[in-house]
């Protein structure tokens, strides 16, 4: 049986229902090259046995995932990724990821706890947009 790499978390101050957290989580790794095409996702069995949540809810994202075309079902073996979002820029995710961890570091030295360096890196994002930072 194929090797499951992705393992979802639950986050209860993002302010997304869960269905949207699990779809959210299989975009970001396929955003990110972590899920490549043909990577099975967790049983709807395994993902409610770790997260302790309603199978519907799953089902739900797997749902959703599958009418983005980006996972299949297949009965009796799994859910599969069948598409990835992951751009040309992949390879340059390396060097930023380092990069953000510096500046995360910097930033925790600085004093800023979780939640202060959340809100301002969205408050940021969202004054910058998709302008080209120099």
Do not use: C
């Not at 986050?11 to 269905?19: E, Q, T, V």
């Not at 004093?111 to 809100?119: M, Q, R, Y």
Request: glycine share 8%; aromatic share 6%.
């Amino acid at each position: 049986m194929e090797e499951v790499v992705i393992d979802f978390y639950l986050d209860s101050g993002s302010g997304l229902p869960p269905y949207q957290q699990l779809v959210r989580q299989v975009r970001h790794a396929l955003r990110l090259g972590l899920l490549k095409e043909g990577d099975r996702l967790p049983t709807v069995k395994e993902v409610v046995a770790q997260l302790a949540i309603n199978p519907n809810t799953v089902l739900k994202a797997y749902r959703e995932l599958e009418h983005e075309e980006l996972v299949a079902a297949r009965p009796g073996v799994g859910t599969f990724v069948t598409a990835t979002l992951a751009g040309t820029a992949l390879a340059a995710h390396g060097p930023l990821r380092a990069e953000l961890r510096r500046w995360l570091a910097k930033a925790r030295r600085a004093g800023l706890d979780d939640e202060s360096i959340e809100a301002l890196f969205a408050t940021t994002f969202r004054a910058t947009g998709h302008e080209e930072i120099a």
